[in-house]
Nanobody
Framework: VQLQASGGGLVHTGGSLKLSCAAS????????ITWFRQAPGKEREAVLC?????????YYANSVQGRFSISSDNVKNTNYLQMNSLSSEDTAVYYC????????????????WGRGTLVTVSS
C-alpha cells in the first residue's frame, strides 16, 4: 500500500495549484488522508485532513482556511489538495499521509507517507 503525491511546481503569487495524492493498494476513501507541508527551515506542519468517506474535513493550519480545499475521487482513487490565492508563505514541500484510521486526528502517527512534492510560490 502506498501514496504518491504529485502536482507541485512553480506558481506566481495569487495563483492556484492542485496537488494529487494517488493511493494504491487500498481505496483512497477508506482512510482519513492528511496533507502536511514543510517550508524551508521550518518544522513540518499538518495542513488539512479529510476523513473516511469524506464525512469530515479539518483544517489544521489557520492560514489556509478559505484558500485550500480537499477532496477525493474514488474512480481515480486519488485525493486532491486545491490551493488558491497562493503566497510565498505557502512555499513548501507538500506530503500526503494516512494513519489508516477513519477520523482526522492530528496527533496520531501516520503510517503511510507519500513522497513530497515541491510547491514554490514566487512573485
Amino acid at each position: 500500500v502506498q501514496l504518491q503525491a504529485s502536482g507541485g511546481g512553480l506558481v506566481h503569487t495569487g495563483g492556484s495549484l492542485k496537488l494529487s495524492c494517488a493511493a494504491s493498494g487500498f481505496p483512497v476513501d477508506d482512510y482519513a488522508i492528511t496533507w502536511f507541508r514543510q517550508a524551508p527551515g521550518k518544522e513540518r506542519e499538518a495542513v488539512l485532513c479529510i476523513s473516511r468517506r469524506s464525512e469530515d474535513i479539518k483544517y489544521y493550519a489557520n492560514s489556509v482556511q478559505g484558500r485550500f480545499s480537499i477532496s477525493s475521487d474514488n474512480v481515480k482513487n486519488t485525493n486532491y489538495l486545491q490551493m488558491n490565492s497562493l503566497s510565498s508563505e505557502d512555499t513548501a514541500v507538500y506530503y500526503c499521509a494516512t494513519d489508516e484510521g477513519y477520523g482526522c486526528y492530528e496527533g496520531r502517527s501516520k503510517t503511510i507517507w507519500g513522497r513530497g512534492t515541491l510547491v514554490t510560490v514566487s512573485s
